[in-house]
């Protein structure tokens, strides 16, 4: 089994930086494909970013724009999701998935067997 813990969600300002983290253990990391969702209250799940298992490929959804970056470290364990000029628009729970199947990042939820409880980050003057 694999296990996936997101951390350092939380309430910001419009405007505001927030680094997300997701901690796995249980089987080898380097060897998943690690991505990030959100899940918008209301509204279905839907990809945010993704990173290969040697985090030499990254893959953003559009509406990212340069706002996100995704990364990771296999000796930690690790995969971060940095979220700067957060927007109320933002707001959502987030949550990291790990793939094993695929050496290259992809979008769909249906592609990632392990899942993270997520993290809630709101954005909100």
């Known amino acids: 089994q694999v296990q996936l813990v997101e951390s350092g969600g939380g309430l910001v300002r419009p405007g505001d930086s927030l680094t997300l983290s997701c901690a796995a253990s249980?089987?080898?990391?380097?060897?998943?494909?690690m991505a990030w969702f959100r899940q918008a209250p209301g509204k279905e799940r839907e990809f945010v970013a993704a990173?290969?298992?040697?985090?030499?490929?990254?893959t953003y959804a559009n509406f990212v724009k340069g706002q996100f970056t995704i990364s990771r470290d296999n000796a930690k364990n690790t995969v971060w999701l940095r979220m700067n000029s957060l927007k109320p628009e933002d707001t959502a729970v987030y949550y990291c998935?790990?793939?094993?199947?695929?050496?290259?990042?992809?979008?769909?939820?249906?592609?990632?067997?392990?899942w993270g409880q997520g993290t809630q980050v709101t954005v909100s003057s």
């Open positions: 998935a790990a793939d094993f199947d695929r050496v290259l990042p992809t979008t769909s939820p249906s592609n990632y067997d392990y």
């Open positions: 990173i290969s298992r040697g985090g030499r490929t990254t």
């Open positions: 249980g089987r080898t990391f380097g060897t998943a494909a």
